[in-house]
């Protein structure tokens, strides 16, 4: 009887084992910012490096927006200025005492190509080369800050140290009040905005050749706002791809601007889409790198085609 029983207890199948429930998904991380145009919501300590490369820009003394007006008409001596292409090179830092309050600087250097319809009797008043433009400086507040959203204010300052004349520089100081912001929408997919306007403190008086005289400032607000959604295609263990799309757009709300055949006339009301197409590489050391291209839609522009190359470094 002992045996039996030994044999039918061995026969006994073994109490199944629960299945062990399956390890909790690992959230994909973002970096907190993968737009290239739009300004980054984050507060951090970081050091970027920018090169622009501007094409095809009709009208770059709008609103003293990107380099000073003339203060009177054009003589009949100078030379109708077609376009102008330009290079800018930016270096910038920023510095986070604590998670909701930055500090940082940006200072560019600028290289201009214009180009004038060609005349026997007229001669450029603009020429190529390149300087130092408007150092930018400013704060970063962040009223909302964790890994899913981000709302931070920006408060940024140009200075004239450009020389207007030349093409480098605005002639003026200018204030720019900004609000930014970022949305986590899933593991993979992030939504960054702006909105905010630059406004010119003081900027190059303008006296007409009219009877009586009339006198005004070239430099005018100039409001932007954008968007960029972004979304994580490429994730490994040592870096991470999102391809970002941006709409940018300004509008002018006063100022002057050299239109066809050198007459001034007013900038008010005029309305700019930019469209932008790039994508960020990002590493766990705590760089990226970002490479995009910018194209004006709209029959107004600054710029026809920009391209953008950045690195930047968190630490």
Not at 103 to 130: C, H, K, N, Q
Not at 223 to 230: E, K, L, R, W
Request: aromatic content about 14%; proline content about 6%.
């Amino acid at each position: 009887m002992a045996s039996g029983e030994q044999a039918a207890s061995g026969q006994r199948k073994a109490k199944p084992v629960a299945d062990a429930p399956p390890p909790p998904m690992k959230r994909t991380r973002i970096d907190p910012s993968m737009v290239g145009y739009i300004d980054d919501s984050a507060v951090r300590n970081e050091v970027r490096l920018r090169l622009d490369a501007g094409f095809d820009m009709p009208r770059p003394d709008r609103a003293e927006y990107f380099y000073a007006g003339s203060s009177a008409p054009a003589a009949n001596t100078v030379a109708v200025q077609r376009t102008l292409n330009f290079q800018e090179l930016y270096f910038s830092g920023e510095y986070a005492p604590t998670k909701f309050m930055s500090a940082f600087v940006m200072v560019p250097y600028r290289w201009i190509e214009p180009f004038f319809v060609p005349s026997a009797t007229r001669a450029p008043d603009l020429f190529s080369g390149g300087g130092i433009s408007d150092v930018q400086a400013g704060l970063k507040a962040a009223a909302i800050y964790s890994d899913a959203r981000n709302l931070t204010f920006q408060l940024r300052a140009y200075f004239p140290t450009g020389n207007g004349v030349d093409g480098f520089g605005t002639n003026h100081y200018s204030i720019e009040p900004m609000v930014l912001y970022y949305q986590r929408v899933s593991d993979r997919t992030a939504l960054e905005a702006e909105a905010g306007d630059m406004h010119p403190i003081g900027g190059t008086t303008y006296a007409a050749n009219t009877t009586p005289t009339t006198s005004q400032n070239f430099a005018g607000d100039v409001a932007m706002y954008g968007v960029g959604p972004s979304y994580q295609l490429i994730t490994r263990d040592s870096y991470r791809f999102a391809p970002v799309f941006e709409l940018v757009s300004w509008h002018v709300f006063g100022g002057l601007q050299t239109g066809q055949n050198s007459q001034v006339q007013s900038a008010a009301g005029i309305n700019v889409l930019n469209a932008k197409l790039g994508g960020r590489i990002s590493f766990l050391n705590g760089s990226s790198i970002y490479a995009g291209y910018g194209r004006g839609l709209t029959a107004d522009i600054w710029y026809r085609n920009l391209f953008r190359m950045e690195y930047r470094r968190e630490f």
